[in-house]
Each structure stands twice: as C-alpha cells, then as structure tokens.
C-alpha cells in the first residue's frame, strides 16, 4: 500500500473516529467502493494515532484522574473525587463493552462478507442519524445531571454496540450520555476517554506484529494524519455539541445511508 493512499486512509480514520458519522462504516465503504483490503497492521496503526490524539487532547483530564486513583484525598478534595468517580464510571463502562465486542466480532465479520453487507452499512448509518437526532430532541432546555452507575453501564452497553460498522462510536456514547442529561462538555469527555482502554486494548494486543507487515515510514505518515485530522475533529465535535449542532451530522448520514441501502455498493 503506497504512503499517498496511507496518508489519505489516515485522515479519514482520524475524522471519522471522532465525528459522529462512523470511522469502521466509512473504512469498509472505501474498501468496498475502492477494492482495498488494509492490512491489520494499517487498521491498528491508524486506530493507534486516533487514540494518540485523545491523549493530547484530554491530557490535563487523563492525569487528574490517574492523580484521582491514587491513594490520599489530593490538593482538591472536590475535585479528586469527581474525577475517582468518573474513573470509577470509566471502568464500569469499559468492562461492558469487553464482553460485548468478544462476542460480536465474529459474526459481526461474517456480515460484512456478505453480497449485502453494503445494505447492511446502510442500515447501521442510518441507526446513527436517528440517534443523533433524538439526543438533540431529548436533551434540549434541560438542566444538566450527573452521570451514575447505571448510565456508565449503559454508556457501555451502547459502546459494545457501536462495533457493528456504520454505528458510530463517538456519536452513540455522546449521545447515551445527553440523554442521559449530562452537560455537552461531560458527555464528549466521557465518551472519548471511554475510548482510551478500547482503542488501547487493541492496539496492544496486535502491536508485536504491527510493524512487520509493511513499509514502517509509509505506516508512520498514516499515523501522522490520523493524529493530525483527529486533533482537528475533536476540537471541532466539542464545538458543535456546546453550540448544540450535534444533529447536523444526520444530514450527512441519511442520504449516505440511503446510496448504500439503493446501491449496495
């Protein structure tokens, strides 16, 4: 795989994981509509930088709740124990996920071989329209609330979930969590932290293969532009769900969603 198609792959993951439109759907559409077949080692590396630019972005949030874990009530008590209490939040979700993401990947694989996996796509992107719609519906004029227990363990659910492609990630957890009634700055943070174990598991377990499949330097540039656009799309998503434009994605998705369903590409 040349370093100019890497390149390219690496902007559409790095804003497709963080805006709410799906980066596996989009991924599985250029390789549909392209005939490119990615290896594992292109699919983790460009996950790798996705999750590279939630570090940066959320850096200040991470070490605070790293600080929070740690034993001692910290340099501000109210604030030490928000950020324990969302780890704790943190770990609940991910641990439903797990689970739901082993079991699912096997069969969810097996659809999307299919002749019809691009209807299948089509079906899924439009799941994501009509859920981002009904966060803006559900979520406007109310005063903000705390997350629970139960809403991380449904956050999580909504997570295992997403691994079906064309269900974004980002735009189903943000959306379980305005719903919910959290505030549009907690709900984006939960849902990107959220990603840290997930992307990070992954990238993990597949990281003492992951560069010696190919070109190293052509991997790094993909790397390099999935960190960059997915900088870029966070900044961007964090904006729009404050300015409470969250919804404005369903006008991208429908009409893809409905070239999928008519041409099964």
């Known amino acids: 795989m040349g370093p100019l198609l890497l390149f390219l792959l690496g902007l559409l993951q790095g804003l497709t994981e963080f805006l709410p439109v799906s980066s596996s759907g989009h991924l599985v559409l250029v390789e549909r509509l392209m005939d490119v ?20 972005y959320y850096r200040v949030d991470l070490v605070e709740t ?8 910290g340099a501000d008590p109210d604030r030490t124990a928000e950020h324990r209490q969302l780890a704790w939040h943190l770990i609940l979700a991910t641990l439903v996920t797990v689970p739901m993401a082993i079991l699912l990947r096997d069969p ?15 079906l899924t992107f439009l ?12 979520a406007a004029d ?28 980002s735009g189903a957890t943000i959306a379980a969590a305005l719903i919910l009634g959290l505030s549009s700055e907690k709900a984006a943070r939960f ?23 190919m070109n190293v330097w052509h991997l790094l540039l993909g790397m390099a532009a999935s960190i960059l656009a997915g900088l870029a799309a966070l900044s ?14 369903a006008a991208y998705l429908t009409p893809l969603a409905a070239f999928c369903l008519i041409f099964n590409p």
């Open 236 to 249: 961007l998503l964090v904006g729009l769900i404050r300015a409470r434009r969250f919804a404005w994605f």
């Open 127 to 138: 799941v994501t329209a009509i859920v981002l719609v009904l966060s803006e519906w559900t």
């Open 108 to 122: 969810i694989e097996g659809w999307f071989a299919e002749p019809a996996a691009g209807r299948f796509l089509g």
């Open 66 to 73: 790293i600080r929070a874990m740690l034993p001692g009530p």
């Open 191 to 213: 849902s990107f932290l959220l990603a840290i174990p997930v992307i990070g598991g992954a990238s993990l377990l597949e990281l003492p293969d992951l560069f010696g499949q």
């Open 37 to 56: 077949h990615p290896s594992l080692a292109v699919n983790v590396g460009l996950h790798a930088g996705s999750l590279a630019a939630i570090l940066f």
């Open 142 to 169: 109310r005063p903000p609330k705390n997350l629970t227990w139960k809403g991380a363990l449904l956050i999580g659910l909504v997570q295992g979930v997403a691994v079906f492609p064309g269900i974004s990630r």
